[in-house]
């Protein structure tokens, strides 16, 4: 049976992973704007997609609203395509979002230093 993925964006039991997801947006829209990336609307094609990808991977996010950065992920449920992609945007951004976005920017930070939860059964990953 298909696992049910939730419109957390509108539910606020979700606060956790809809400021994710603007935090991302955010990240992801500095990033396109600041390399200058063309026919951005108010992202590029690459932009979007990645955004979009992100926000397909956050919605079904094993942990729910328990989830760790995904920096700190034990599971890491994105493709090592996409995870090189958005690692590359968010050492670009993260420096830029202090002054742009300052509250959200502050969020990550902390959601970072919370330790990452394992799932049942599995032990967690060793540090590389
Ligand atoms: S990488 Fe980990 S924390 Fe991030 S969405 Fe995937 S499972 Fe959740
Ligand atoms: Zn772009």
Redesign the pocket.
Known sequence: MPRQVVAFTTDKRFVRRARELRTIEAMVRLYCRGHDHPQRKPLCTDCAELFEYATR??ER???GDA????AN?T????SAQMREQIRVVMQWAGPRMLLRHPILSIFHVLYGRRPAPTLPGKPPKRAE
């Open positions: 991977r956050l996010c094993v942990f989830k760790p950065t995904c992920c599971v890491h449920c994105y």
